[in-house]
């Protein structure tokens, strides 16, 4: 069983002269050095797309919140795609491969407390 503790290791490395430290450093960076050289480059660089508008979904909500009161809902522009109380209901009959995937919202009821971002 070997006596020596990460102290003792320290205490030599402390009494090395400045040129065998420096060696050692770059002994020890060796493998920080080719790991870095071995990371790939992101697969694909992607542009940032801006977001839809989606203001007449929005609008179509306030208009049948009373209507839709808890329940998921896709649209697409003004257009209800599907309705149900559950969301995914709702996602199997929805196309979500698409470029321009209906908005999936759910209708808030009058009870609910207010979403703080969780």
Request: charge should be negative; include cysteine.
């Amino acid at each position: 069983m070997s006596t020596n503790t990460a102290e003792k290791v320290f205490k030599l490395i402390e009494e090395l002269p400045s040129l065998e430290r420096v060696k050692l450093d770059e002994l020890l960076a060796q493998p920080i050095i080719e790991t870095v050289k071995k990371k790939e480059p992101p697969a694909k660089i992607t542009r940032c797309e801006p977001l839809p508008d989606r203001s007449r979904e929005h609008a179509w909500v306030k208009e049948h919140k009373d209507d839709y009161a808890g329940q998921w809902v896709a649209l697409d522009g003004n257009h209800l795609v599907a309705a149900s109380f559950t969301a995914m209901e709702v996602v199997k009959v929805i196309d979500t491969k698409s470029p321009n995937p209906p908005l999936l919202i759910r209708v808030p009821s009058p009870g609910d407390l207010p979403y703080v971002g969780i």
